[in-house]
């Protein structure tokens, strides 16, 4: 009897072990099930908010080129040689006297003055990247000089009447201002430019003719890849080591006209000024036809087979839409990587919980070496989680932290929060200089310093040189003039130079950014913090930017 009851005892205790073998595969199947979800799920929202990101500075690459030329073409309407021989052609072809021009040039004939604003017109086109031309012209738009092609010289660029009638129109709409005629094909070089003109008036305030400037695309799409990211030569060995990991590394510039839905940029220039012919991309430009609101998106679309991901600006002031547009499994590669990642590491669970399972039967021994397995598994997810989460270098969280977080966040007018974005000014030519390990230590001290001013305060390095520090407040705690007081006594500290054995000292400078958000947050607000960067350049001690959302 005792014999037979020993016998039962240890079946149940086998049973037992069993059952708690099976719950626990059970549960690492589910954890891994969770993980892979959750992970990819963030990580692909991760690339598309990078890619919002990287559309958003590149669209603003473009308006600051646009606007730049126009502010050129203004100081050009404004030399002396433009009004003086704008005066005396409008003066002869009206039959009326000089008296509006100085004695010195009251002397000149109209020829010497034609002869001294070619001068000026060539040196001044000269001194512009990528234009096409500089030219003066009469009110009928009778070309008096020509920057790049001086045979185009007494040539009228709007015999037809109506087309010239709607120049002038524009032209006395926009008053002093620059009409920018948007992208188009030059009719003398046949090349793609950003077309403008500008109306030169007397002191009687009429119209005596006219300044027009031309800007080839070509010039704005060097810009363009002089950033990182986007349309980089992966067969240059830098590049490939540079930005070979990156999403985007073979992503396209594309830019659409709404209102005509043609092609102004595309990867295949022989489609440039033609209809839009991806169905998808059509009916983008259908949607914004017209439209006069800023407004941004992600579009998919395929084309011969492959799928497309694209991230786009509208801007309603041109009718453009600007895409950053690259292929969906190098966008989404490291979602599905971590996935296929996950799931290989779920299966080898299930491999080991079984291998466990078996030999269980036979030797306790073996049940301790499967808890042992466990534990390491357990830590290794651990480890996988810091790693995912955590910048390695600094130990400051990263990109997927904050948006994780944003999502999270309990922010609203009674319950407000800061964000200020420390952003390292010249970070590559430090590293250039004085090698990446003095860079490395840079940024550490950064993020210690960052921490020790704003202690308990979570630190975030949302991109290679830059820092976000987020300090939730309750109850009017702290108050604006504090936190720009601390914000102020980092910057001190970050000022401090960082001595390099046998190279000298790196003199940092940042450029910081601080914003109050009474609404709820997300990813945007490192756009936002951004853009004030960039519009402020280097701080200042004591003036540093700061605005209330």
Known sequence: MAKSKKKKEKKKFKISLNLVLIIQLAIMLGVSIFITNTVSSRTKQSADAHMAMTSEERAQVVLNYVELSERQLTDFSKARQVTDLLNRVYNEANGLSDDNLTADVKDMTTDELKSIAQGYTVSFGSEIPSCEGVWIGTWDTIVLTHSESPESIGMQTRKDADKLKELQDKLLAKGTGVYNAGIIQSPATGAQIVSMYKAIYNNNGKPIGLVGMGITTKGLITTLDRISGANKDMNN????????????????????????????????????????????????????????????????????????????????????????????????????????????????????????????????????????????????????NTAMFKDVLTNANNRVSFSMDMENADVSA??????????????????????????????????????????????????????????????????????????????????????????????????????????????SVVSALKEMTNVRGEATYGMIDYREM
């Not at 590669?333 to 799931?343: C, K, P, Q, T, V």
């Not at 290679?464 to 936190?483: I, L, T, W, Y």
């Open 237 to 384: 060995e830098k590049n490939k080591e540079k930005y070979g990991n990156s999403e985007l590394k073979d992503a396209n510039y594309l830019m659409l006209h709404s209102n005509s839905a043609t092609y102004l940029f595309v990867p295949d220039e022989d489609k440039i000024n033609t209809e839009v012919e991806v169905p998808e991309l059509k009916e983008l430009c259908g949607e914004y036809n017209n439209s006069n609101k800023d407004d941004e998106g992600k579009v998919e679309y395929k084309v011969n087979g492959t799928e497309y991901v694209a991230s786009y600006i509208y801007i309603p002031k041109y009718k453009w839409l600007f895409l950053v547009s690259a292929e969906q499994k190098d966008v989404y590669a490291l979602s599905n990587a971590m996935r296929m990642f996950l799931i290989v590491f779920g299966y080898i669970l299930l491999a080991l919980t079984i291998v466990f399972f078996l030999i269980s039967k036979r030797q306790e021994k073996i049940n301790q070496k499967l808890i042992s397995t466990i534990a390491k598994n357990s830590q290794t997810r651990q480890s996988l």
């Open 414 to 523: 009674q319950k407000p929060c800061y964000f200020m974005m420390f952003n390292i000014l010249g970070f590559s030519e430090i590293n250039t200089r004085f090698g990446n390990d003095a860079g490395d230590r840079l940024l550490v001290r950064t993020v210690e310093t960052l921490t020790e001013v704003f202690p308990g305060k979570t630190v975030y390095r949302t991109g290679s040189d830059e820092f976000v520090v987020m300090v939730p407040s309750e109850g009017g705690q702290p108050a604006p003039d504090q936190v720009m007081n601390d914000v102020n006594t980092a910057f001190r500290q970050l000022m401090v130079p960082e001595k390099i054995e046998n190279q000298g000292a790196i003199y940092p400078k940042y450029k910081i950014a601080v914003i109050r958000r009474s609404g709820p947050a997300d990813t």
